[in-house]
């Protein structure tokens, strides 16, 4: 069993589509022209375009830096993951080239700083909240952190992505100066936030608590499609004096619509409470090194 899109996928590449426009014209109207290195691949497309404008008219085509950076990455996430890996950001990640192809031409709204990495962030936050909604990414340090975490288990993708794109805003600090990596920042902080918005979530993890009168196929699902745990918790209904298992699920706030996609489809009458979380610690999340576990070195 699959778990079934309400959506027709259409709709969801319609979004793909939608959201890495909106990705592609803040990067070309406010984060190019105004030197704001928000990381990722396209922050670094932005600071290779800027430092090879010497050997190149108007610098190295940020779409092209895209594509050239992206293709390895996807060519090895499917020799390690399997071909059927990533279709969808397959997908969005050559959009985003094309979308930067196209709207490299539009001229910046602003050269205001603040207005440029608010409304930027805001823009941009928009496009991958709509890319992500469609359960797909646009590559990128996203994609650079699963393959490095195939290999190194111990560390969380998100560790990996923040160390990643840390050292990418670090490199924007030194080409464009402290005051724009400030400004940068401010866009992160933005994206993130109407990103979080879009998804339903404000933080890095969610509580779904779930009572229904199929709990059994709803946590063999959610174990099976989302590789998460599910725990049983004691209830009793006080209406009806009855007891029920009420199931606890923590997963990552991108998996959070996955999980109700799955409850619907099992059970239509399921009551689930979704429960921001601020810090999980252990497997699939934040996790000790083994070593520290177990004292080897």
């Known amino acids: 069993m699959q778990i079934k899109n309400y959506r ?19 990067i070309n109207m406010f984060f190019a ?23 190149v008219k108007d610098g190295f085509p940020i779409y092209i830096t895209n594509l050239v950076i992206n293709i390895p990455l996807f060519i090895l996430a499917i020799i390690i993951k399997g071909k059927n890996f990533g279709t969808r950001s397959l997908f969005a990640t050559f959009y985003l080239s094309f979308a930067l192809f196209y709207t490299q031409s539009f001229e910046p709204i602003t050269y205001d700083m603040l207005l440029g990495s608010v409304f930027g962030g805001a823009l941009a936050g928009v496009g991958l909240g709509l890319v992500f909604s469609a359960f797909s990414t646009t590559g990128g340090t996203d994609l650079l952190a699963s393959i490095i975490q195939h290999f190194l288990k111990h560390h969380s993708v998100a560790r990996i992505m923040f160390i990643a794109d840390g050292t990418i805003i670090t490199m924007g600090l030194f080409i464009f100066g402290v005051e724009k990596a400030m400004y940068a920042i401010v866009s992160i902080y933005i994206s993130v936030k109407v990103i979080d918005a879009i998804l339903e979530g404000i933080h890095f993890s969610k509580a779904a608590f779930i009572i ?4 059994g196929m709803i946590s063999q699902k959610i ?6 745990g599910v725990t049983g918790l004691e209830g009793q209904g006080k209406f009806t004096n009855m007891s029920k298992e009420v199931l606890l699920c923590v997963v990552s706030k991108r998996e959070i619509v996955k999980l109700k996609e799955i409850v619907r489809d099992i059970d239509l009458r399921a009551f689930v409470i979704v429960a921001d979380v601020r810090e999980v610690v252990g497997e699939g999340f934040i ?8 004292g080897e070195k």
Do not use: C, Q, W
């Open 8 to 26: 027709h996928p259409f709709l969801d590449y319609m979004y793909i589509i939608l959201g890495t426009t909106l990705l592609a014209l803040a």
């Open 287 to 294: 996790e000790y090194e083994t070593s520290k576990i177990t």
């Open 33 to 55: 022209p105004l030197g704001l290195v928000t990381g990722g691949v396209t922050g670094l497309a932005i600071i290779i375009k800027t430092i090879t404008v010497d050997l």
């Open 223 to 228: 174990m099976e499609l989302l590789d998460r």
């Open 212 to 215: 229904s009168e199929k709990n």
